[in-house]
Nanobody, 121 residues
């Protein structure tokens, strides 16, 4: 079993900042990629940012220059620093990780439970 636990969501005014965290635990041999997705009401889930072993980072065009993804490999944790937040950033944010488990040595994608981010005055 692999668990991803997110934290850091909440209500913030436009222009404000939030920092999301996602910690992976359990039957982990290695994690090759971690990322953040979001889903707004009535919309499909979309990639916000991802970080891959070796340092490759990708951002959605809508968040470039405002969001920063980082990772602490020793803690199996990924962060998303969100600055200059806009009302259109309002969504449930989900953590995703591609994990190879100790028991199977097979990689699979895992999701966190999601954390609500609301940007409103």
């Amino acid at each position: 079993q692999v668990q991803l636990v997110e934290s850091g969501g909440g209500l913030v005014q436009p222009g404000g900042s939030l920092r999301l965290s996602c910690a992976a635990s359990g039957n982990i041999f290695s994690i090759s990629a971690m990322g953040w997705y979001r889903q707004a009401p009535g919309k499909q889930r979309e990639l916000v940012a991802s970080i891959i072993n070796g340092g490759s980072i990708n951002y959605a065009d809508s968040v470039k220059g405002r969001f920063t993804i980082s990772r602490d490999n020793a803690k199996n944790t990924v962060y998303l620093q969100m600055n200059s937040l806009k009302p259109e950033d309002t969504a449930v944010y989900y953590c995703n990780a591609f994990v190879v488990t100790k028991t199977t040595r097979v990689g699979s994608g895992y999701w966190g439970q999601g954390t609500q981010v609301t940007v409103s005055s």
